[in-house]
């Protein structure tokens, strides 16, 4: 257990729609990481928060969008929702924004999987 | 244009036998590189690290060489296990740079055999 939780693990949606979805991060990390996982690409990269202000953008849709909260939690919200939107969806969270002092590992929550039908 | 590159999609490999997953990169402003495995329906766990100051770090049957003059890096796994049998993530980053996140390549899957 990587200490970051994601909710829900499973959605299943129809296009058009929009959903959010949540992420606490491990206790004492400030930083917030969302990764997109489709078929048939790796990890991608999509937006990073550090206590609660965005840090770096990756290849996020204008139709998505993230925010933390004071609490550090995350939420990813996808709208208008297209049958590629279909995918895992991984938060991740580290200690720091970068790695200012020594490794900055980012631990992997177990992903929602997102269905859109 | 992928900035990492896991070539091989998949390898078998029999238990007991070392286990070789290899990763090239293209942006030699990468300079801190991490292995990740990932188990079906969980995410990507951790495994180990490599900065581009060492060619080689081990934690016990995990090595990881890199070779920054051919812009490639290797896990070793040695013994292999059958509990090894997972997707393997090759990621780099910038070390202390302006921005955190990992750029990935599409993982290897190995499936070690009893």
């Known amino acids: 257990d990587s200490g970051v939780t994601q909710t829900p693990k499973h959605l299943i949606t129809a296009t058009g729609q929009r959903v959010t979805l949540r992420c606490s991060p491990r206790s004492g990390d400030l930083s917030v990481y969302w990764y997109q996982q489709s078929l048939d690409q790796g990890l991608q990269f999509l937006i990073q928060?550090?206590?609660?202000?965005?840090?770096a953008k990756g290849n996020i849709l204008e139709r998505f969008s993230a925010q933390q909260f004071p609490d550090l939690h995350s939420e990813l919200n996808l709208s208008s929702l297209e049958l590629g939107d279909s995918a895992l969806y991984f938060c991740a969270s580290s200690v720091a924004w970068a790695s200012l002092s020594g490794t900055d590992t980012q631990y992997f929550g177990p992903g929602t999987r997102l269905t859109v039908l | 244009d992928q900035q990492v590159k896991q070539n091989s999609p998949s390898l078998s490999v029999q238990e007991g036998r070392i286990s070789i997953l290899n990763c090239d990169y293209t942006?030699?402003?990468?300079?801190?590189f991490l292995w990740y495995k990932k188990y079906p329906a969980e995410g990507p766990t951790f495994l180990i690290s490599?900065?581009?100051?060492?060619d080689k770090n081990e934690d016990g049957r995990f090595t990881v060489f890199l070779n920054k003059s051919a812009k490639h890096l290797s896990l070793h796994i040695v013994p292999s296990q059958p509990g090894d049998s997972a997707v393997y993530f090759c990621?780099?980053?910038?070390?202390?740079?302006?921005?955190?996140?990992?750029?990935f390549g599409k993982g290897t899957k190995l499936s070690v055999k009893p």
């Open positions: 490599i900065s581009s100051i060492k």
């Open positions: 928060y550090y206590n609660g202000e965005e840090r």
């Open positions: 990621a780099a980053t910038v070390y202390g740079g302006s921005q955190g996140n990992l750029i």
């Open positions: 942006n030699s402003m990468f300079d801190y």
